[in-house]
C-alpha cells in the first residue's frame, strides 16, 4: 500500500483530535466532579442515577412528612398537660367546695374560677397550629368547640401520614374521648357538661355539700380519659422517633450509593489527565516529525 505524506498528516490530526477530546472529558470532570455529564456519556450511569436520585427524594419527602408528624404529636401533648393541669385545678376547687365550711360568697368565687377554667379548656379544644384544628378529626378547618352555641365535634376520625413506605401514623389524638361523652367503655359525662353543672350546684345555695362530692369522680374520670391518651400519644411518639432515625440511615445510605455512582474520583481523574497531557506532547511532538519539509519546499 502507497503511503503519502498527506495520509500521514491526516492520521496526525485525527489522533491529537482525540487526545482533545480525552482532555476536555477529564477537565469538565475536574471542574463538575461527576463522571457524567449527559446520558449519552454513559447510560447506565444515568438510569441507575435516577434511580438512587428518585429514592433519596422519597426519603426527604417521609422526613418532611415525619415534621408534619411531630408538630401535630408535640401540641396535642403539651395541650393535654395544660387540659390535665387545669382539671387537677378543677378537682381542687371541688374539693375545697364540699368541706362544709365555705360561706356563699366563698362558693361564688369558686364557681368564678371553674369558670375561667372551663373557658381555659374550651380554648384548647380549640387549638390551632399551622392553620390547622387539633382536636376535631380529619375536619382541621372547622374548630371542634363553640359552647355558646353548643357546638362540640363529634369527629375521632384518624389523621394518618404516611412516614415511610407503607408504613402511616396516627398524628391526632381522639377529642371525643378528652372533651367528649366517650370513655373507655363507650360511655360517660360530657367535659363541659360536667363543669357546667359543678358551677351551676356553687351558685345554688340548696346543693348541699355531698351533692359537691360527687363531681370529684367525675373529674378524676375525665382527669383519667387525658392521661391514657397521653399514654397512648406517648407510645406513637416513641415509634416515630424510630422511624425518623431509621429514616436518617436510609438518607445517609442513598446519598453514598449515588455519590458513588456519579461522583467522579477526583485523585484518578487528576492522574489520567495528567497522563493524557503527556500522551498529547508526545503526539505533538511526533507530529512535527511526520510534518517533514516537502519536494514543494525546494521548487521555490
Do not use: C
Request: no cysteine; proline share 2%.
Amino acid at each position: 500500500m502507497r503511503v503519502t505524506q498527506g495520509m500521514l498528516s491526516n492520521n496526525m490530526l485525527r489522533n491529537l483530535s482525540k487526545s482533545y477530546e480525552s482532555m476536555a472529558t477529564y477537565q469538565e470532570q475536574l471542574s463538575t466532579g461527576k463522571k457524567i455529564s449527559r446520558p449519552s456519556d454513559d447510560p447506565v450511569v444515568a438510569m441507575n442515577g435516577i434511580n438512587y436520585r428518585t429514592e433519596l427524594n422519597q426519603i426527604e419527602q417521609f422526613q418532611r412528612n415525619i415534621g408534619e408528624v411531630y408538630n401535630w404529636m408535640d401540641n396535642s401533648d403539651a395541650a393535654l398537660d395544660k387540659a390535665n393541669e387545669s382539671l387537677q385545678r378543677v378537682r381542687e376547687l371541688a374539693v375545697q367546695a364540699s368541706n362544709g365550711t365555705n360561706s356563699p360568697q366563698e362558693r361564688e368565687s369558686i364557681a368564678k374560677e371553674i369558670k375561667q377554667i372551663k373557658d381555659h379548656i374550651e380554648d384548647i379544644a380549640n387549638t390551632k397550629v399551622n392553620n390547622k384544628y387539633l382536636f376535631n378529626g380529619t375536619n382541621t378547618t372547622s374548630e371542634p368547640v363553640d359552647l355558646e352555641n353548643g357546638k362540640l365535634s363529634e369527629n375521632s376520625q384518624a389523621v394518618n401520614i404516611e412516614v415511610s413506605k407503607g408504613i402511616q401514623l396516627k398524628a391526632n389524638v381522639n377529642a371525643v374521648k378528652v372533651f367528649g361523652s366517650e370513655n373507655v367503655d363507650g360511655n360517660g359525662s360530657q367535659l363541659f357538661d360536667t363543669l357546667s353543672s359543678l358551677v351551676g350546684d356553687l351558685e345554688n345555695p340548696d346543693t348541699g355539700d355531698k351533692d359537691l362530692s360527687k363531681y370529684i369522680q367525675s373529674i378524676d374520670d375525665h382527669a383519667n380519659r387525658i392521661v391514657d391518651e397521653r399514654a397512648d400519644l406517648g407510645a406513637r411518639m416513641n415509634r416515630r422517633d424510630l422511624v425518623e432515625d431509621r429514616l436518617g440511615t436510609q438518607e445517609i445510605i442513598a446519598n453514598r450509593v449515588l455519590s458513588n455512582n456519579e461522583d467522579a474520583e477526583m485523585e484518578k481523574v487528576i492522574t489520567d489527565l495528567k497522563t493524557q497531557e503527556s500522551v498529547h506532547r508526545a503526539a505533538m511532538g511526533v507530529g512535527a516529525r511526520v510534518i517533514q519539509p516537502t519536494l514543494m519546499d525546494f521548487l521555490r
